[in-house]
Each structure stands twice: as structure tokens, then as C-alpha cells.
């Protein structure tokens, strides 16, 4: 091999690392994309917009790959992807919040990946004629244009390579997808269009391989075992929302906001003695956890008659915890009102699992030494 030919080889081979931004409108699926490429269920997934409230961060180990017919050969990586709100236009301060999330996750990015619902029509914005309403239908598809503008207007002045991801496309017939592919192409210089149904796990390893193609030479970000930044508190508060999204309807799911209050890991535990006759039971975490709603009427709908939805929501949430933790789970909810939460700027970044981080950590160094 030549001294040319080996540097370049060296070079390819290097391990890559790199910080990838999942971003489109909400419902293109992203959520579902970030676990279906983890493997594991990071963030939370429902049918209704606007689910994701934070950035999530997931980190994804890619082993080497020997070349093939359709991709040259690629050193091993670590993918850094980075789950965000879906973009829209924000108009309470919880809104705001979540697009600061949006414009954070696009800053000093090494790719990201710009998430199309292929089931969306497309939506030209038509000229509105004057002395003429228009339709619903009209008013409809024109926010949808609008939306889709929107989001692309965020793109406009990021300038790492952006992937035009098309997600769902199991719902799609091929030849409705081409038009799409036209439409969306011209609207900005994508580095590549990917065809994926992130629920099917459809089209996914070509996906990474274009993202690795596309990573610098790199270190580690995270140790090679972690899977997120998050800690086990904010996922699990993650996992009771999730529950309050798929089981109340209407005002409530938005209104709803979820803290842990206490965290009670499990005590040392006893160890087997020859004479136990039942396998040893799980250790217990307890966890108490308060939801905020903005009303009295919605504190009423979440509790239900006698209590019956909060204890769907706790029992449903309890076993998802449960697998989470490997641990059993005693899991307690208390609903609270907050008037108008998601106007108060002051309570909203309070709910920012960062910032709870560290009031907690300001909590544990108050703490007086136990002589
Ligand atoms: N059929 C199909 N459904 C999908 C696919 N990907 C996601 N979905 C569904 O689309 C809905 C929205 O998915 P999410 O992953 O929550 O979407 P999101 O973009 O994270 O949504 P926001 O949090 O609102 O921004 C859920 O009901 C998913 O099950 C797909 O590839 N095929």
C-alpha cells in the first residue's frame, strides 16, 4: 500500500462521533424513529402532536462495516441523536420553551435529519382572493402549508449537511411518493432523501450508514454504555405522561405536566438463605409523583369517578417503570392545580428536567453531613 493509499485508509477508518438532530413538524414520527434506532424506549410515543416537550438524547454505538455493493466501507461510530419537540409556531410560553429546544438541538450539529410525514398531501399556499372566505378545507391545507414553511425556514441558515427523511412510507403507495420527493427537494439543498418507516424499523440501516458516511473523526461523547444524559427520574415521568396523553382526552393531556417529588431507591437486600423456598422478590423503588393540571375541572377528569382514570394511568405507567428500573415499583400520583401553567415562564422552565437537576444537586449539598 502507498503512503497516499494508507493515510487515506487510516482516515476512513478513524472512529467517528457526532451530535445528529432529529427535527420536523409534530407527528412526523421522531420520537418513534429515535427508539426504533435505540432499540429501547427513550422517549415517549402517542398519536396526538405534540407530544415530545424536551430534547432527548440517545446514544447509539455502530460497529464497523466492511465495504458492499451500495456503501464503501465504514469505521465504527458513535451517533449522538438528539429527539426534538415538533416545530411549530409557538404561542404559550410552554410553546416557546419547546422551540428553544427545536433552535438548541440545531446548533453545532454534525447532520441532521429533516423528518417528512409522507402521508401529508402536498400543500402549496394559494393567494387568497379577495371577498372570498375560505373553506375549512382551505383554511386547513393553508396551515399545513404554512407549517411546512415554518419548519423549513429553520433550516435556512444551518450548515451541516440536512437529510430529507420521508418517515411512515408503509402507509404510502410508491407512486404517490415521487411528487413528494419533487415537491420537497427543491426546497432546500438536501445532502441526501431517504425513504424509512420508522414504526415497520424499514429503511433504518441505510439511514445510519448515510449518517456515519457523513460523521467527523472523533472521540466519544458518552462512555461507550450509556445509553442517554437523562437520569431514570425523567423518564419515568416521561412514562406517566405518556400514560395521562393515551387515556384523557381533549384540554387534559396538554395541561398536564408531571414531577417526581420522591425518589426512594431500593434498601440493601437481604441475601438468599439456602431455607427460602420462593425465588427472591424484586427489590422495591418507591416513587411519589405530582401532576399539574390548570384547572379544577381537568384535576376532576384525571382523577375520575372514584379515582378510576388515575389508577389506569398509575397502573399502566407502574409497569412500564417497573421494566425500566428492573425493580418493582410503588408508584403514588397527586394531581395539583396550577392555574394557567403554560403562560408562566417561571413555572415552565422550573419543568426543565436540567434545571430540576440541579436544584436537586443544590438540595444534596445543603444537605448537613450525617456525623
Ligand atoms: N404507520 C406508521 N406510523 C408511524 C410511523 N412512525 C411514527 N408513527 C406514528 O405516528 C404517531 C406520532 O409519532 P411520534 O413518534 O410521537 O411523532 P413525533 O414526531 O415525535 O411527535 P411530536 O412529539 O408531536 O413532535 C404515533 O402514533 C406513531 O405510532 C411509521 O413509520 N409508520
Not at 415538533?86 to 440545531?106: I, N, T, Y
Not at 461507550?224 to 419515568?236: G, H, I, K, N, S
Request: hydrophobic share 40%.
Amino acid at each position: 500500500m502507498g503512503a497516499h493509499c494508507r493515510a487515506a485508509y487510516t482516515r476512513q477508518m478513524a472512529f467517528r462521533s457526532g451530535f445528529v438532530s432529529i427535527i420536523g413538524r409534530p407527528n412526523a414520527g421522531k420520537s418513534t424513529l429515535l427508539n426504533a434506532l435505540l432499540g429501547e424506549k427513550l422517549a415517549i410515543v402517542t398519536h396526538k402532536a405534540q407530544t415530545t416537550r424536551t430534547r432527548i438524547l440517545g446514544v447509539l454505538e455502530q460497529p464497523a462495516k466492511p465495504k458492499s455493493k451500495t456503501q464503501p466501507a465504514l469505521p465504527p461510530a458513535q451517533v449522538v441523536l438528539v429527539d426534538t419537540p415538533g416545530v411549530h409556531k409557538p404561542s404559550s410560553q410552554l410553546d416557546k420553551r419547546m422551540m428553544q429546544e427545536v433552535h438548541d438541538a440545531l446548533e453545532g450539529r454534525d447532520v441532521i435529519l429533516f423528518l417528512v410525514d409522507a402521508t401529508h398531501r402536498i400543500h402549496e399556499p394559494k393567494p387568497r382572493i379577495e371577498g372570498k372566505s375560505p373553506t375549512p378545507g382551505e383554511d386547513k391545507r393553508a396551515l399545513s402549508a404554512a407549517e411546512d414553511a415554518f419548519a423549513l425556514s429553520l433550516l435556512r441558515n444551518v450548515t451541516c449537511p440536512v437529510m430529507l427523511v420521508f418517515n411512515k412510507i408503509d402507509l404510502v403507495k410508491r407512486e404517490d411518493l415521487l411528487p413528494l420527493i419533487t415537491h420537497w427537494s427543491t426546497k432546500h439543498d438536501f445532502a441526501e432523501t431517504i425513504l424509512i418507516s420508522a414504526a415497520k424499523k424499514d429503511g433504518l440501516d441505510t439511514l445510519l450508514d448515510k449518517v456515519v458516511e457523513r460523521l467527523p473523526a472523533g472521540e466519544r461523547y458518552f462512555p461507550e454504555d450509556q445509553l442517554t444524559d437523562q437520569p431514570m427520574r425523567f423518564l419515568a415521568a416521561e412514562l406517566i405522561r405518556e400514560k395521562i396523553l393515551l387515556y384523557t382526552g381533549e384540554e387534559v393531556p396538554y395541561a398536564s405536566a408531571v414531577v417526581i417529588e420522591t425518589w426512594e431507591e431500593p434498601g440493601p437486600q437481604r441475601k438468599p438463605r439456602k431455607t427460602d423456598t420462593l425465588p427472591p422478590k424484586l427489590p422495591v423503588t418507591k416513587i411519589a409523583a405530582a401532576i399539574f393540571v390548570e384547572r379544577e375541572g381537568q384535576k376532576a377528569i384525571l382523577i375520575g369517578k372514584q379515582g378510576t382514570m388515575l389508577k389506569q394511568i398509575g397502573t399502566a405507567a407502574r409497569k412500564e417503570i417497573e421494566s425500566l428500573l428492573d425493580t418493582r415499583v410503588f408508584l403514588e400520583l397527586f394531581v395539583k392545580v396550577k392555574e394557567d401553567w403554560r403562560s408562566k415562564r417561571g413555572f415552565v422552565d422550573e419543568l426543565d428536567w436540567r434545571r430540576q437537576l440541579e436544584s436537586l444537586s443544590e438540595q444534596q449539598n445543603k444537605k448537613p453531613v450525617q456525623e
